[in-house]
């Protein structure tokens, strides 16, 4: 009898077994008590299951990687990880709105010679041309070129821009990758995918730039956020990790500023021991 009785896998079983114990005994002892403590014990038991599922959600809201264990996992490999909360997705995603607005906002304040620069227009302009040109904000030379779209639709095409350069990555590399992990024990490191096939682990962030422009200290972040998680592997996990970079950018990027947006990143990831591959790509090349 005792050999078929399952084992204990995870926390979620010691949960229930414990709460089923204490009320089953609470049960049985209560009439053998006295009269007085019957009326103390009645409410323990009525306030006891309050209690303890009160503290179980607010485990599964605010920590719930802590109630899983490895065999929980399709791929052990992925108990280091588990689904971030809905707080830590949306903090994430404030911040890499507020990225892209401070983006735009450089955009519109630089000079016009070094947008003309960075857009690709030939340096043999006239002179009467490049004192036109001089005279005009970039907001206002270039309207055609450069729209500054609203943070809710920043923050909306950044969650779709994401599931669809995951997608494509999927088929591409033929692996199936876990959306918006975080690491247990640090639950605020949130990446937009993870590797779910055993083997080497692949860790994926996207970003939507709509101008295809990226202040290096942002670039910078992204890599320090991927150290972190390197810094806690294993000598034989690190040997094989990579991180992918996506950049989804507007259909209005040249190739000078996606080449340059490229060479920016690799100059940042040289600062780091972990291989890592760069993306950039057009958003409407990204619609189905």
């Known amino acids: 009898m005792i050999e078929k009785m399952p084992h204990i896998k995870n926390p979620l079983t010691v949960v229930a077994i414990f709460a089923a114990l204490a009320e089953v005994s609470g049960t049985v002892v209560l009439p053998i008590l006295e009269r007085d403590v019957q009326f103390v014990y009645l409410w323990f038991l009525m306030l006891f299951p309050v209690l303890l599922i009160s503290l ?7 920590n719930h990687t ?3 264990a490895p065999s929980d996992f399709q791929n ?3 108990f280091m990880f588990a689904k971030a909360s809905a707080s830590a997705i949306l903090r994430k995603g404030d911040l890499e709105v507020q990225e892209q607005s401070v983006q735009l906002d450089d955009l519109e304040t630089e000079t016009p010679e070094a947008a003309i620069e ?3 227009v030939p340096a043999e302009l006239d002179a009467k041309q490049q004192d036109s040109t001089a005279q005009t904000p970039l907001a206002k030379e270039l309207p055609k070129h450069i729209e500054r779209p609203s943070s809710d639709v920043m923050r909306l095409r950044s969650r779709v821009a994401t599931d669809l350069a995951l997608g494509r990555l999927e088929r ?3 692996t199936f990758f876990l959306r918006d992990m975080a690491v247990p024990q640090r639950p605020d490191l949130v990446f937009d995918g993870i590797s779910a096939k055993p083997g080497p682990l692949t860790v994926v962030e996207v970003k939507y730039n709509h101008s295809g422009r990226s202040p290096s200290m ?5 890599f320090s956020r991927v150290q972190q998680l390197y810094d806690t592997l294993s000598p034989t996990e690190k040997s094989s990790f990579k991180f992918v970079m996506v950049y989804v950018t507007g259909d209005q990027i040249t190739e000078m500023a996606r080449t340059k947006l490229i060479e920016v990143t690799q100059v940042i990831s040289l600062q780091h021991r972990f291989e890592t591959e760069i993306h950039v790509q057009k958003w409407s090349d990204l619609l189905p």
């Open 56 to 62: 179980f959600f607010a485990t599964l809201n605010w």
């Open 66 to 68: 802590v109630l899983y």
């Open 76 to 78: 052990e490999d992925n």
């Open 118 to 120: 960075d857009a690709g």
């Open 172 to 174: 591409e590399h033929g």
């Open 218 to 222: 942002f670039i910078a972040n992204t």
